[in-house]
């Protein structure tokens, strides 16, 4: 089963305390390593995001001060990893460096449609 692990992190998080480069190429490897990847990414600063809305009347809106102006957590980027069950995905959670430092880590699963 596919599982999104959503990389959550403090937006006023210290650099400092957070995980290292090296922890992140470390963890990449061993998902790689693993078999389990299947997709991911890292996104850019919080400050390039821009946002968009469709009233009733199909008028857009669109901002450029983020997503999230009310919270101070920020989603840093994803993995996607196809593993057996929800206890799997939480192992491999538990040791993504975004779970440490302030961060945490959302598991949902992917769901697959039939065509």
Not at 14 to 33: L, N, R, S
Not at 36 to 53: K, M, P, R, Y
Not at 56 to 76: I, K, N
């Amino acid at each position: 089963m596919k599982y999104m692990l959503l990389i959550n992190a403090e937006s006023t998080a210290d650099v400092c305390d957070g995980p290292t480069q090296e922890d992140w190429v470390a963890y990449d490897k061993e998902v790689m390593d693993a078999g389990i990847f299947v997709s991911g990414e890292g996104l850019a600063d919080l400050t390039t995001a821009t946002s968009i809305q469709v009233g009733p009347d199909g008028e857009r809106t669109v901002t450029t001060d983020g997503p999230f102006a009310e919270t101070r957590e920020v989603l840093g980027g994803f993995y996607v990893i196809d593993v057996p069950n929800l206890d799997v995905a939480l192992d491999w959670a538990a040791r993504c460096p975004g779970s440490r430092g302030g961060g945490r880590i959302v598991i949902r699963p992917v769901e697959e449609f039939e065509n």
